[in-house]
């Protein structure tokens, strides 16, 4: 299966061949010729499998055939793409530049936290896709700088998150400003009731689809957890990231004052990291992300909020410093990795406080996370009940001893388990 025998037309066709893409993923191949053929969808698939451009290309081709069949040009916003925070928005209208460079379209993005001169600009020249968070978008309707009465296409990305976030009402209100003609597309990580609810009210006759379902973690993510006394996760985590094998990683935290905490050791350890949360500034934050993609730091440490939308290519590790309270978060986490196939790691600590959190997260799973029980900060308490112990793969003596040696020198003591 190629994007071409889903009908996509050649101006994206051969931006997705400048991008490297020829074969759509499940949600694409099965979401595209929905949107395509003007049906309201309901689309559950969890991080990592491709829902941006399964609806991101249909929307394009959509809009740039009705502006070939144009008679005079229209400066209304035809789109609108709802997105819970301010890195997915930007990431989207990321997508929407790369998939849509050939057809002419125009793209902005607004979001809250910086100043909105530069976005009510990008708007009064005229926009055809317009991407925003509910807070700034209601702002700018406030203050009449956006009209939604023109939209034909509404897509919801992330509804599970906008619940999270106490985003429903914001939504409704804009619901309330789009035309009741339209297509809507809602995309959720999730079906659960508050979420079908939610689309029962801005759907008709919608098709439903589910790739993969947020129980499921992707096949090319290896799991493991270290049992370790609270005290000493800070130490652990020095140990292993002094690991020249581990490139790059993203490591999660339950708290704001936990991330900043934690990005603070590393760096005095001598591990370049950085934190990301709510309450940093929007510049801190890209200027962040845009270091981690770059490789300019080697760790970003992040709340789930925060981290909702990253997507950082060949991210090989994710580390769950903190094991998060709800099951399904686990799932979106360590799907950070993982991604288009290729390989990736994701370890969590857990203290004896979050063994029920654990326990949650593999029946959830329904399997059981393997155990590194061999470690400098093991406690015999926490030792892991006897469950099977990780089981490392690949014979790589000579980057083994590198890191040994690395790891003697900076923490003072040989890494007893690789990963």
Same mark, same amino acid.
């Given at each position: ?5 889903? @009908? ?27 949107? %395509? ?25 959509? %809009? ?10 229209? @400066? ?63 702002? *700018?309707? +406030?203050?009449? &700088?956006? @009209? ?7 897509? *919801? ?28 597309? &809602?995309?959720?990580? =999730? ?8 689309? $029962? ?18 096949? =090319? ?14 130490? %652990? ?5 002094? +690991? ?15 991330? +900043? ?49 990253? +997507?950082?290519?060949? %991210? ?32 969590? &600590? ?30 015999? =308490?926490?030792?892991?009940? #006897? ?8 014979? $790589? @003596?000579?980057?083994? #001893? ?6 003697? $020198? ?10």
């Amino acid at each position: 299966m190629s994007f071409q025998n889903l @009908n996509v037309i050649e101006p994206i066709l051969r931006a997705l061949n400048n991008e490297g893409y020829t074969t759509p993923t499940p949600i694409q191949e099965q979401a595209i010729p929905l949107v %395509l053929q003007r049906k309201d969808l309901f689309g559950c698939a969890r991080t990592g499998t491709g829902k941006t451009a399964a609806f991101a290309i249909p929307v394009l081709q959509i %809009l740039h055939e009705q502006k070939q069949a144009a008679k005079a040009p229209d @400066n209304t916003i035809k789109a609108l793409i709802l997105t819970p925070t301010r890195e997915l928005a930007i990431q989207i209208k990321e997508s929407l530049d790369a998939y849509g460079k050939f057809t002419g379209l125009r793209h902005a993005v607004i979001f809250g936290g910086v100043s909105q001169q530069a976005q009510v600009t990008t708007l009064r020249r005229g926009v055809d896709i317009l991407v925003a968070t509910p807070g700034r978008l209601l702002d *700018l309707i +406030d203050q009449r &700088f956006v @009209n939604l009465g023109s939209i034909r296409l509404l897509i *919801l990305d992330e509804a599970d998150r906008m619940l999270d976030m106490g985003f429903v009402h914001d939504v409704k209100k804009i619901m309330a400003k789009v035309p009741k003609q339209r297509q809507t597309l &809602f995309f959720s990580a =999730t079906m659960a009731p508050a979420i079908r609810q939610l689309a $029962n009210t801005l759907l008709t006759n919608p098709v439903s689809i589910e790739v993969t379902p947020v129980s499921s973690t992707a096949e =090319t993510v290896r799991q493991a957890v270290y049992f370790v006394p609270k005290t000493s996760k800070q130490s %652990l985590l020095k140990h292993l990231l002094a +690991d020249t094998d581990i490139p790059m990683a993203l490591v999660f935290t339950r708290t704001k004052h936990g991330a +900043d905490r934690v990005a603070k050791e590393l760096n005095n350890f001598g591990i370049s990291a950085a934190a990301i949360h709510g309450n940093k500034s929007q510049q801190a934050r890209q200027t962040a992300l845009l270091k981690f993609r770059s490789r300019q730091i080697q760790v970003l440490v992040a709340t789930d909020i925060a981290a909702r939308g990253i +997507d950082i290519d060949e %991210l090989s590790h994710v580390i769950n410093y903190d094991l998060p309270e709800v099951a399904e978060t686990y799932v979106h986490r360590i799907g950070r990795t993982g991604r288009a196939g290729a390989n990736g790691m994701a370890v969590s &600590f857990c203290d004896q406080e979050e063994k029920a959190y654990l326990r949650d997260i593999e029946k959830l799973i329904k399997k059981s996370v393997p155990v590194i029980s061999e470690h400098p900060f093991k406690n015999v =308490t926490n030792a892991g009940n #006897n469950r099977p112990d990780f089981k490392p793969t690949g014979n $790589n @003596n000579q980057s083994a #001893n590198r890191s040994s040696t690395r790891s003697r $020198n900076r923490s003072g003591f040989k890494r007893a388990v690789r990963f």
